[in-house]
């Protein structure tokens, strides 16, 4: 049974290692050099791409913004350039154009800036996955000093939350269920104890009867 316990908890551990994995804000420091629109069809496919622009309705064939860039070693990165609204996760990125712009205006200046890309979420070819991203800031290089803050903080503040329920519960389980399992375990043993009395009992009871039958065969 302990095997089981253990397999649940590293199956929930990873879900939201992964959730967190995804949603967290990451950072990136690429060169930009291209910015498209593309109009697709959005299914189960590729339903992660969140929401259209704020103030339009949302349909299931639209455009949607993405950002080219390239890694420092030369490899491809690509972004989806979309709001996110009120709605989760909670970036409240209503400035998908904007930073539309901002991207094409780096991917136009001709010393090519490294930029840092503030985004969530993976790539993942076979999915059509991209990360979405949610802000663009010009470093000095690719070796720029990046501190993730809300990260610390926010999986600080989570950590101490689950400390909390964790010790909330061990004195709930501590001070309610052990006295009731202990009560339970002593009901059980008191009721073994006198199920084992009575079939002594019924064993001494049966032993003299069939003394006493041998007796009178004699």
Request: proline content about 4%; charged content about 30%.
């Amino acid at each position: 049974m302990k095997w089981f316990k253990w397999i649940f908890r590293l199956v929930v551990f990873g879900l939201v290692a992964a959730f967190l994995a995804y949603f967290l804000p990451s950072h990136d420091i690429v060169r930009i050099v291209g910015t498209d629109v593309k109009r697709m069809d959005l299914g189960n496919r590729n339903r992660f791409f969140d929401q259209a622009d704020s103030g339009t309705q949302k349909q299931a064939t639209r455009d949607v913004r993405f950002i080219y860039a390239e890694w420092p070693d030369g490899g491809p990165r690509v972004y989806r350039n979309e709001d996110t609204g009120w709605s989760f996760p909670f970036y409240f990125k209503f400035n998908s154009s904007d930073i539309a712009a901002k991207a094409q205006a780096f991917a136009n200046r001709e010393d090519k800036p490294w930029v840092l890309v503030t985004h969530y979420g993976w790539r993942i070819q076979v999915l059509s996955m991209y990360p979405n991203a949610v802000r663009l800031r010009e470093v000095e290089g690719p070796d720029a000093l990046v501190v993730p803050w809300f990260n610390i903080i926010f999986l600080s503040l989570l950590a101490i939350v689950w400390a909390y329920v964790w010790l909330a519960w061990r004195r709930f389980k501590k001070k309610r269920l052990e006295p009731i399992a202990d009560k339970i375990d002593d009901l059980v043993d008191d009721t073994q104890e006198s199920v084992n009395q009575k079939a002594k009992g019924m064993r001494r009871l049966f032993a003299r009867y069939k003394r006493k039958d041998f007796k009178r065969k004699d």
